[in-house]
């Protein structure tokens, strides 16, 4: 089992690393867009590129972030269960989490197929939403792993 | 059952949720996709849930999350912010509290660039405590200024919240600037007289430094000259026009950057460190905003907030007893779902009826502005304690000890408000 | 009896206290009403169902089974009516929203199938508001910065602005700090979005006249689930507040232009050699339309059948208007 399971890391690792990207890109384009505007150059598309990009950045570190257990949670109750309690308590809401994302992940990807059938795109410079929509939707699938990966490390008393 | 039943119960649930350890992010978008889809249906609901989650993460505004706590990073990796406080206490360090007091200044400052009061507690929990913690400040005290000094900004302009509450109440956006000058200032300089006032007290919770000679001081000057000159370049840019107070984020992020690179300061791999942190922050922020919008989109079709607004604004009370529980009304709705969205969900249900009270709009905006600062740190989601928490990875416990003076001082501001409705409206009246 | 109630929910993102949102109030309490309360329609008010952006979609997949925005928020999804988006020269609110109805009957885009529309309206003309710099001419344009989204932004850039995508909350602060120099939208925003409190100067460009174009649509299963004397009571209750918002929009225009100039703000009209030279700025604008029309599929005669139609009417309904003594700001 420990080889998908690096694989997943590694996953997790490389889209967190292409959300760092998007947000180094995210600042240098801001930058670029008020130099140039101040010279009367704007470059008008920033604002809608920067707000995609603002999907990768947070879509794509999601997992990463899980797996770091670096969303916020509240222990205090659980700190005063037993080992077996915690572990059931745990894989119980592993659980609840990967429906949650399977739902947000399965209807992104119909979210970006109604983007790509109805050719919505940005306000101005008209760039389509639906990589973004299929992008993310990904990042929901890779999410879910992470949660699956939880259950198994929490049965074998790696968890925490 | 009925919707408003239904709602009860889901805010219940969410209640016990919290307590299983679960994401509460995640725990708000559950509850809210659930309850959504037991009263209009599962397939809305899914409909929901994705989009409430694709709008939250390509919200141009929400960009100054991670690039405000990036620049934040780099300076704290940078040792920059090392430098600021080396020199800030050589200024102020023998003053009781001088380090925490410099915090309230700054973060103040701060704040009124980039508009945020999670932002703005992010990036401080990740710089001024460390640096607090350095000079022996007692984890209580760092971790309550960084928690509540984020507020502040709700009601000090330039501020989002009271731009849109100018906007549904139609009154002068204007005439809500100038009233909150003062009242801000006000409770900025009360937290000062806190720090000062708790460290005199109990002087074990911060370390105070033997005085500075002039020569001293001025020698720590240089070090933080081009730090400072960073700064007033990005407030007098938004100042003066050049940039907004989202774009400032980059741009300081830029600013920073430039000048930890001249400096050889910063290593491509603490810059890698400053943006993964900055990314850890934004998105723990971020899933709370995600789901706190799909919970809220929940609460508004259980018809709550309309149903209890018509009821208190129907008791047979006198009407400052009646504005009180409206603004507790604020205070618990605004406790579980994001404060502005209540406000939005809120203000034009309890509005016209705060007219027909005969109270002033102006003074009723300000008011209800120091409200959503209290709830901003009140349980159960406090999102600037969760921001402190999940980042210093210091107990609740804790960091609420250190929040309640300063609570404590919010809602003697909100009385004082009462009792003198001229703090809020005597700037105005001079210029309207 | 209380088993055939049809309880149903409406969305509009505008809030509650703008005219336009009490007018969709209206229109939910005038069903209740007329149906002897078979119908109940919930309101949401100020976003706080489905924002603009995801109203369309909100009412296509039921969170929301009534919505009210607008088509720039979703540019690509109404191809045929963001022919409306052009400047086609609406001189008032009045006429563009006859026109765009007239348009709508006529020839049934197809970007509506899905839904079931209960009236479009058309705004009155984008006009250009600066903060403290008078545009009298082309050239005073030149350079300034103007907030400006979508299909407005080549308007701004082809006059010689420098076009400014913001989203509508930070513009009140950016006009005041001067990270812009003004904005083309509506007059109504003078009073409603405040921004005679910033911007001093009003050109009334008219003659270029691009409105923006409103839905008030409904779900579309649950249209049909109506039965048809309660489905008539929806289609004269729309008929009727489609009349009150086209009236609506020039005593809106009206109030914001008194508004500035009760402020101190200053009205500008352009000769008619200027107007002309405005106009001919912004053709190319119209060729652009038509070229991605036809790379979609849909034939260039088509599509000036659209244009010439349009322009006809404009003309009908300008002096219909003038013709009923219906005020109008130009
Ligand atoms: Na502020
Ligand atoms: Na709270």
């Given at each position: 089992m420990t080889r998908p399971f690096d694989i997943l890391r590694f996953i997790c690792k490389l889209l967190s690393y292409i959300a760092g990207t998007a947000l180094t890109v995210m600042m240098f384009l801001t930058v670029a867009d008020v130099f140039l505007r101040a010279g009367g150059?704007?470059?008008?598309g920033t604002y809608e590129i920067v707000s995609l990009l603002l999907a990768v950045v947070i879509g794509f570190g999601i997992p990463q972030v899980s797996l770091d257990k670096g969303h916020v949670f509240m222990e205090f109750l659980l700190e005063r269960f037993s080992q077996r309690g915690r572990n059931i308590m745990n894989t119980f809401t592993r659980l609840l989490c990967i429906l949650l994302f399977a739902c947000i992940g399965y209807n992104l990807i119909l979210v970006g197929a109604s983007y790509q059938a109805s050719g919505e795109v940005t306000?101005?410079?008209?760039?389509?939403f639906y990589p973004v929509a299929y992008g993310v939707a990904f990042c929901c699938l890779i999410e879910c792993f992470v949660f699956i990966y939880d259950i198994v490390i929490i049965w074998r008393g790696q968890y925490e | 059952m009925s919707e408003i039943m239904t709602g009860i119960i889901g805010l219940t649930v969410l209640l016990l949720f919290f307590?299983?350890?679960?994401?509460l992010g995640f725990a708000m978008a559950l509850v809210g996709f659930v309850g959504f889809g037991y009263l209009n249906g599962f397939p809305s609901a899914m409909s929901l849930l994705s989009r409430d989650v694709f709008e939250v993460i390509t919200?141009?505004?929400?960009?100054v999350f991670p690039l405000f706590i990036l620049m934040g990073q780099i300076g704290f990796n940078a040792g920059i912010a090392t430098r600021l406080y080396n020199a800030a206490n050589k200024f102020?360090?023998?003053?009781?509290g001088g380090l925490a007091m410099a915090t309230v200044i700054g973060a103040t400052g701060f704040k009124t660039i980039c508009g945020s009061s999670a932002a703005t507690s992010a990036t401080f929990a990740g710089v001024a405590i460390p640096e607090m913690d350095r000079y022996g400040y007692d984890k209580k005290l760092s971790s309550g200024v960084v928690a509540t000094v984020g507020t502040l900004g709700v009601i000090i302009p330039p501020s989002v919240t009271l731009i849109i509450f100018g906007i549904i109440t139609e009154q002068s956006i204007g005439q809500l600037f100038l009233a909150g000058i003062i009242p801000g200032l006000i409770i900025a300089l009360l937290f000062i007289g806190i720090i000062y006032g708790w460290v005199k007290i109990n002087p074990a919770i911060a370390r105070t430094s033997q005085k500075s000679t002039w020569k001293e001081r001025i020698r720590s000057l240089p070090e933080v000259f081009w730090v400072l000159m960073v700064f007033l370049l990005v407030i007098g840019g938004i100042m003066r026009g050049f940039f907004t107070p989202t774009e400032a984020g980059a741009v300081g992020t830029f600013a920073v950057l430039l000048l930890a690179s001249v400096k050889r300061d910063l290593t491509f791999k603490n810059y890698l460190k400053s943006v993964q942190e900055g990314l850890r922050t934004a998105i723990m922020i971020l899933m709370l905003i995600a789901g706190s919008t799909i919970l809220g989109h929940f609460i508004a079709i259980t018809n709550i907030p309309q149903q209890t607004a018509e009821w208190i604004v129907s008791l047979p009370l006198n009407r400052y007893l009646i504005l009180i529980l409206i603004f507790l009304v604020y205070e618990v709705g605004g406790s579980f779902i994001d404060d502005l969205t209540f406000m939005i969900l809120a203000t034009p249900i309890f509005f016209p009826a705060v007219l027909k009270l005969g109270f002033n709009p102006i003074w009723f905006g300000i008011t209800l502005g120091v409200v959503l600062m209290i709830g901003v740190v009140?349980?159960?989601?406090a999102i600037c304690v969760f921001v402190v928490k999940n980042i210093t990875k210091i107990p609740l416990g804790t960091i609420y000890k250190g929040v309640a003076p300063f609570l404590i001082a919010l809602v003697f501001i909100w009385g004082l408000l009462f009792l003198i409705p001229q703090m809020a409206l005597w700037l105005p009246s001079l210029f309207y | 009896s209380a088993a055939t109630v049809t309880k149903l929910k409406a969305a509009n993102?505008?809030?509650?206290?703008h005219p336009m949102s009490l007018l969709t109030r209206w229109f939910c309490d005038e069903v209740k009403k007329r149906s002897n309360g078979r119908v109940e329609i919930t309101y949401y008010d100020?976003?706080?169902?489905?924002n603009p952006v995801k109203m369309y979609d909100g009412v296509l997949t039921g969170i929301a089974d009534l919505g009210f925005s607008h088509i720039q928020y979703t540019r690509g999804r109404f191809p045929v009516t963001?022919?409306?988006?052009?400047?086609?020269?609406?001189?008032s609110g009045w006429t563009a929203t006859a026109v765009a109805t007239d348009f709508f009957n006529k020839?049934?885009?197809?970007?509506?199938?899905?839904m079931h529309v209960l009236y479009l309206t058309t705004s009155g003309p984008i006009i250009l508001q600066t903060t403290s710099k008078p545009v009298m001419n082309l050239s005073q344009l030149k350079g300034l910065k103007i907030r400006a989204v979508g299909q407005m932004s080549d308007i701004i850039k082809a006059l010689g602005g420098v076009p400014v995508p913001l989203q509508m909350p930070d513009v009140y602060d950016s006009l005041r700090r001067g990270v812009i120099d003004g904005v083309v939208v509506d007059l109504s925003t003078l009073k409603y979005w405040k921004f005679a409190e910033v911007n001093k100067?009003?050109?009334?460009?008219?003659?270029?006249g691009t409105g923006i174009t409103f839905y008030f649509v409904m779900n579309k299963g649950k249209w049909e689930a109506l039965p048809p004397d309660i489905q008539k009571i929806f289609s004269e209750v729309a008929s009727e507040a489609r009349e009150k918002q086209a009236v609506l929009w020039d005593k809106m225009d009206i109030e914001g232009k008194d508004l500035l100039v009760s402020q101190g703000g200053k009205m500008i009209y352009l000769s008619d050699t200027e107007a002309a030279a405005w106009v001919k700025a912004v053709e190319p604008i119209i060729g652009e339309y038509k070229k991605n029309m036809v790379a979609k599929g849909y034939k260039e005669a088509e599509i000036d059948g659209w244009m010439t139609y349009i322009k006809e009417r404009i003309g009908y309904w300008h002096k219909e208007q003038k013709k009923r003594g219906i005020p109008s700001a130009f």
């Open positions: 150059y704007p470059f008008v306000a101005t410079i008209k760039l389509p | 307590a299983t350890g679960i994401e919200n141009y505004g929400y960009t102020i360090g023998h003053i009781p009140i349980p159960p989601v | 993102y505008l809030p509650i206290t100020g976003g706080t169902l489905l963001e022919v409306f988006d052009l400047p086609l020269g609406f001189p020839y049934k885009p197809s970007d509506w199938k899905d100067n009003v050109t009334a460009d008219w003659q270029l």
